[in-house]
């Protein structure tokens, strides 16, 4: 099963290798990965994408939260959450298909960063599986020149954020 967990640790040199070397240690592979400061300069939060089962994962988030740098661990698969990712495209579209593929980028609530008369730049902010079908539809349109995701950044529903205290 597929797991989105966001950590709070402390924006320290080191803390993010000690995370990840959990992970690698254990055989299990981080799908992607996300890194940021958040509103306290002192703590970071990382937001990844593992597959597991529930029990494997509760176990990594148990040994996660042993790390002295873990500040705080939720798995957001558990409840309601908001998950987005960003893709950046650079596409060549022949002259012929470019009302078509500007046309279909703004249907599907993409920007157009970077109109070029050979190709564009375009940009999406959507769920993993509305990405993955807005980079396929796209491939059949115009050729795919880069492709860059960003990776899933999730959110929680509840009230209380991540911050509050261990589990």
Do not use: W
């Amino acid at each position: 099963m597929r797991h989105i967990i966001a950590i709070l640790l402390q924006n320290e040199a080191g803390a993010l290798t000690r995370v990840a070397g959990l992970f690698s240690t254990r055989g299990y592979n981080i799908e992607s990965l996300s890194v940021a400061a958040t509103d306290d300069p002192t703590v970071s939060r990382i937001t990844l994408v593992t597959r597991g089962s529930d029990a494997a994962v509760q176990q990594i988030i148990n040994q996660l939260n042993k790390l002295i740098d873990v500040v705080a661990v939720e798995d957001m698969t558990r409840g309601e959450h908001f998950e987005r990712e960003l893709v950046l495209l650079k596409l060549k579209v022949r002259p012929e298909q470019t009302d078509a593929v500007r046309g279909y980028v703004v249907r599907a609530g993409g920007r157009v960063m970077d109109p070029a008369s050979e190709g564009f730049i375009v940009e999406l902010t959507a769920s993993e599986s509305e990405v993955d079908a807005f980079v396929t539809d796209l491939g059949k349109g115009a050729q795919l020149l880069e492709v860059v995701r960003s990776g899933a950044l999730g959110i929680s529903r509840l009230e209380r954020p991540a911050r509050a205290a261990r589990e």
